[in-house]
């Protein structure tokens, strides 16, 4: 199996919702793309699947923060460090996919976050959802209320939702050596979904 790192995977998703972000080679074009956004970025170690056992993520930083910390993430994975800018979410989500043996390619969309771990609420569909089908199995989630906004906030954006089903299905279909894919977390500010991490597993 081969693990694509996080920019190939969001590559191979397509023109899915993601934060703004670069894949820097050098501290200099980190610093100045961090310049550009003018806000708290995010920095992530490059090719590094699973980040946060291996303290490859470092959040909030400023320019001297990312001044100090892109040398330590570089020497981590493959000398690149992905820089984006850090999202504020009220919800978190998760959309994956995977070839089930029985039926053939699914997708999968839950609450992520520490949701997640503990309850389990995920539903399933079959890849590529029928019309309606992804809005009928929201429902079935424990916290499918979250979805419809609360205390004031805007009600989750269910076609860019979609959008995100829409990618990990076609990309599962159309190419078979895909046998996972993992967007988590999807998160939800003011109602947009964005893809903040992604993997693509291949045989």
Sequence with gaps: ???????????????IPRPVERLTRSSAEALAFARRL???VVAKAGDVA????????RLGLDIDGLAAAWPELAALGDGT?????EVKADLELMVGGLRD???????????????????????FVLAPPEPGELDRALGELRGAALLDGRRGRPALDRAALVRIVDAVSRLLLDDESVVEVDCNPVLVTAGKPVVADALVVKK
């Design 50 to 57: 699973h980040k946060s056992e291996f303290g490859a993520v």
């Design 81 to 85: 460090v992905l820089v984006a800018e």
């Design 101 to 123: 043996p029985q039926f053939g390619p699914v997708v999968s969309v839950g609450l992520g976050g520490v949701a997640a771990e503990v309850l389990k609420d995920v539903v």
């Design 1 to 15: 199996m081969r693990t694509l790192s996080e920019w190939a995977s969001k590559a191979a998703l397509g023109d």
């Design 38 to 40: 003018g806000r708290p």
